[in-house]
Structures are given as C-alpha cells and as structure tokens.
C-alpha cells in the first residue's frame, strides 16, 4: 500500500523551531518524481496551504503566513522531504500534512493533491 508519512511535530515554546519530514512508503513508492505540499488544519478551521516544494526542488511557493519563518528543501537521494519551521508563534498550532501532486506546484486546492499522509501534530505554547 503506498502511503506518505509526516513526523517531527512535537509541543514548542513561541519562537522555537521544528523540522517535519516527510517521506514515501510502499514497495516501489517515491516522491522523487513529485512536488510535495505541506497543508495544516487548525481545529474548527479549513485544511489550509502552507509550502510546496517541485519534483527537483528548484522551486518553492509559502503562504504569506508563513513566508521568512518557514522553509521546505526535499533530499531525493534520501527521499524525504523537509519543512523547516522557525519563529513558531501559538497561531501555527495544527495538524500538518503533505502530499503529492504532478511535477510542478500549483494552486493550494486540497483536491489538486493525494496520497495524504496521517498528520503530525504541531503545537506552539508556552
């Protein structure tokens, strides 16, 4: 069955980092030939868009939300693929999740991606 996995989330004070990663699994499975997004969804609010990094990581988009504190990089030769989360504050606070799409980064509709992982839990709180 082929699956794509988050982990790295974990409890945080304001203004601390975390690494998620993301990586494929399934015999055969691999996110090389894919751009990957990353998506959050806070409780009681819509599954929201948050980076997408392409298939040779040449080129990235961020939310506005998110841009100058968060970073995506991809490792094809490790397949995995990174978002590097800095500045946190208690708004970040959701279930975060990637997923794949065709070679190229598009639009932030939730539909235009699969193979949706499980989420890894973020919560930034002092």
């Known amino acids: 069955q082929l699956q794509v996995v988050e982990s790295g989330g974990g409890l945080v004070q304001p203004g601390g980092s975390l690494r998620l990663s993301c990586a494929a699994s399934g015999s055969g499975f691999t996110l090389d030939y894919y751009a990957v997004g990353w998506f959050r969804q806070a409780p009681g609010k819509e599954r929201e868009g948050v980076s997408c990094?392409?298939?040779?990581?040449?080129?990235?988009n961020y939310a506005d939300s998110v841009k100058g504190r968060f970073t995506v990089s991809r490792d094809n030769a490790k397949k995995m693929v990174y978002l590097h989360m800095n500045s946190l504050k208690p708004e970040d606070t959701a279930v975060y999740y990637c997923a794949k799409r065709g070679p190229s980064c598009g639009g932030w509709g939730p539909e235009e991606y699969d193979h949706w992982g499980q989420g890894t839990q973020v919560t930034v709180s002092s």
């Open positions: 990094i392409n298939s040779s990581g040449g080129r990235t």
